[in-house]
C-alpha cells in the first residue's frame, strides 16, 4: 500500500509598515517615485553614515504584536543579518534575531467552514532591502539595475510555527492575518505593490508521524491564489521526490507564475550563515509596559469582533458578516450605507453584489468609487419607496457609478421612474393576458408558477419601469375574475 503524505506549512510574512518615512533615516517610502530619489547616506550603506530609530514603526509595530495576541518584550536587540544581494547596499540587512520585539501570539481563522489556530512565534522589526529590476530597460538583456527606494522602509516580519495542514488553510490565514494588520492601521494591504509578501515553509511527513520532514522555502509570494498555487505544487513535488526513492533537498525556491511550478534559486542557508551580531549602532530597544498597555487600549476593533457585531446590530448572517469584515474598508462602507437607508440587508445585498463586483471588474479602489455610501443609500431608499424597481436600479447604478450622479438625477435621466399608475399598469395587465392565452390557461388550470412568467412579461412590456408589487396585484385580480 503506497504511504500517504501530509504537508507541513508555516509562514513568514513581511508587512511593511505604513510611516511616512524610513525605519532608521527621514527619506520617504512613497511607492512608484522615480528610481533613487528617495534615499540618503544612511539607506545607501555609505561610510559614516548613523541610523536613528523611527518611532513610529516601533508604534506601529507594538500595535500589530498586541492585535496578533503576542507579548511584547521590554527589551529587543537589533542585529545585523549578513548576506550578500546588489540590492542591499551594506552588505548587511538590520533586523532583530535573538531578542525580537514580540513573542508568542495565536491567531484563529476560519477554512472550509471550521476555526483553528496557529501560534505565532515571532514578530520582528527590520529594514527591507533595495530592488533589482530586469526588464524595462534597453540593456536588460545583460545587465540588472538597482532601484535603492525600497532600502530600508520599515518592515515587521511575523513567523508562525508550523500549524498550517493545507494550502487552502495557509491561504485563508494569510488572508485573516491581512484584515487585522489593516484594521490596525498598520499596513494597507496592497500585495500587487509588495507591502504585504509572503514567504512559505513547505515540507511533507507520512501521515501519523510527528516528525518535521525536510523544508523547502518559498520566497516572496504576493498573492493568496498564487500561494495556494505555490504549496500545492511544493507538496505533490516532494511526494514525487520521495516516490522515486529521492531525498527532498532543503533549499529555497521562487513561485513561477508563468510555469506554475516552484523554481530552485539557492541552497538554504542555516542561521548561522547569516553571522548575526548585535548591531552596534544601535542601543537594545527599551518599551516601558504602560506605553504598551496604552497602546493596548487604544486598539480598533478587530475584524472577528466587528463580525460579531455586525451580526447582532444588524441581523446579518454569519456568512454576510464574514464576507463584509474581509477588509476594514469594506465593512465601513457596508456600515455607512445600512445607517444612512435604515435598511441593513438591502446594503448588505447591495454591497455584496453590485458594489464588490464593479469595483472587481473595473480594477478600482472602494474609497475612489464615485458611489459613496450616502449616494447608494439613497438609491436603495428610491427601491423601498417604490419609485425605481430592483432590476432597473442596478443600471441606474452604473449610471452613477460614471457619472457620479445622484440617485434621483440617474434615475430621471434613464427615464426609469417606476411606473405605479394603476390605469398604466392594467393596460399593460390586459394587453399581456391577451398576448398570452397559453400561459394564462396554464395558471388557471392550477400552474400557479406561471404567474411569475406573466409578470415578466408585464415588466418586459414596461421596458422595467413597472412597480413588481402592484403588477403581481392586478395580474391576479384579471386571472382570478375579481
Known amino acids: 500500500m503506497p504511504m500517504t503524505f501530509e504537508s507541513v506549512i508555516g509562514l513568514e510574512i513581511h508587512s511593511q509598515l505604513l510611516t511616512d518615512t524610513k525605519i532608521f533615516c527621514r527619506c520617504l517610502t512613497t511607492f512608484g517615485a522615480a528610481p533613487n530619489t528617495q534615499v540618503c547616506p544612511v539607506c545607501l550603506g555609505l561610510p559614516g553614515a548613523l541610523p536613528v530609530l523611527n518611532a513610529r514603526a516601533v508604534e506601529f509595530a507594538v500595535r500589530a504584536a498586541l492585535a496578533l495576541g503576542c507579548t511584547v518584550r521590554p527589551t529587543s536587540v537589533f542585529a545585523r543579518k549578513h548576506y550578500f544581494y546588489p540590492d542591499l547596499p551594506k552588505g548587511y540587512q538590520i533586523s532583530q534575531y535573538e531578542q525580537p520585539l514580540a513573542v508568542d501570539g495565536l491567531l484563529t481563522y476560519e477554512s472550509d467552514g471550521q476555526t483553528s489556530a496557529v501560534r505565532i512565534i515571532r514578530v520582528h522589526l527590520e529594514e527591507d532591502a533595495g530592488k533589482s529590476l530586469h526588464d524595462e530597460f534597453p540593456e536588460s538583456e545583460a545587465f540588472s539595475h538597482v532601484d535603492f527606494n525600497r532600502s530600508g522602509v520599515p518592515l515587521i516580519e511575523i513567523v508562525t510555527y508550523p500549524d498550517l495542514r493545507t494550502a487552502v488553510a495557509a491561504a485563508d490565514f494569510f488572508a485573516r492575518l491581512r484584515t487585522i494588520l489593516q484594521a490596525v492601521g498598520v499596513n494597507d494591504g496592497n500585495m500587487e505593490e509588495g507591502s504585504l509578501r509572503c514567504d512559505a515553509n513547505v515540507s511533507i511527513r507520512p501521515v501519523g508521524s510527528t516528525e518535521l520532514g525536510v523544508k523547502v522555502e518559498i520566497k516572496n509570494i504576493n498573492s493568496f491564489r498564487y500561494l495556494q498555487r505555490a504549496i500545492d505544487y511544493e507538496y505533490d513535488r516532494q ?29 538554504k542557508e542555516e542561521a548561522h550563515d547569516y553571522r548575526y551580531f548585535p548591531e552596534p549602532d544601535l542601543p537594545p530597544l527599551k518599551v516601558a509596559r504602560e506605553w504598551v498597555e496604552g497602546l493596548r487600549q487604544t486598539l480598533p476593533e ?181
Do not use: H
Not at 529521492?246 to 534559486?265: A, C, F, N, P
Not at 474581509?326 to 441593513?344: I, M, V, W
Open 239 to 267: 511526494v514525487r521526490v520521495v516516490g522515486d526513492g529521492g531525498v527532498v533537498v532543503q533549499e529555497t525556491r521562487l513561485w513561477d507564475t508563468v510555469l506554475g511550478r516552484t523554481v530552485s534559486m539557492r541552497s
Open 302 to 482: 478587530l475584524p472577528e469582533q466587528r463580525k460579531q457585531r455586525l451580526i447582532t446590530d444588524y441581523g446579518l448572517s454569519e456568512d454576510d458578516a464574514k464576507l463584509l469584515t474581509q477588509s476594514a474598508e469594506l465593512s465601513t462602507y457596508f456600515e455607512e450605507t445600512a445607517r444612512a437607508s435604515g435598511l441593513p440587508k438591502a446594503a448588505s445585498n447591495w454591497v455584496k453584489g453590485e458594489v464588490l463586483r464593479r469595483i472587481k471588474e473595473e480594477s478600482v479602489k472602494l474609497a475612489t468609487l464615485k458611489v459613496q455610501p450616502p449616494a447608494l443609500a439613497a438609491l436603495i431608499g428610491l427601491i423601498d419607496i417604490g419609485q425605481v424597481s430592483g432590476s432597473a436600479a442596478k443600471r441606474v447604478f452604473e449610471r452613477m457609478c460614471e457619472t457620479g450622479e445622484s440617485a434621483e438625477v440617474a434615475v430621471a435621466a434613464e427615464g426609469l421612474t417606476q411606473i405605479d399608475d394603476g390605469d398604466t399598469l392594467s393596460a399593460a395587465v390586459k394587453s399581456v393576458i391577451d398576448t398570452q392565452p397559453d400561459a394564462v390557461e396554464s395558471y388557471r388550470s392550477g400552474k400557479i408558477g406561471t404567474l411569475g412568467f406573466l409578470v415578466g412579461q408585464v415588466m418586459r412590456e414596461t421596458q422595467g419601469k413597472a412597480n413588481p408589487k402592484r403588477v403581481n396585484e392586478l395580474l391576479r385580480q384579471q386571472l382570478d375574475g375579481r
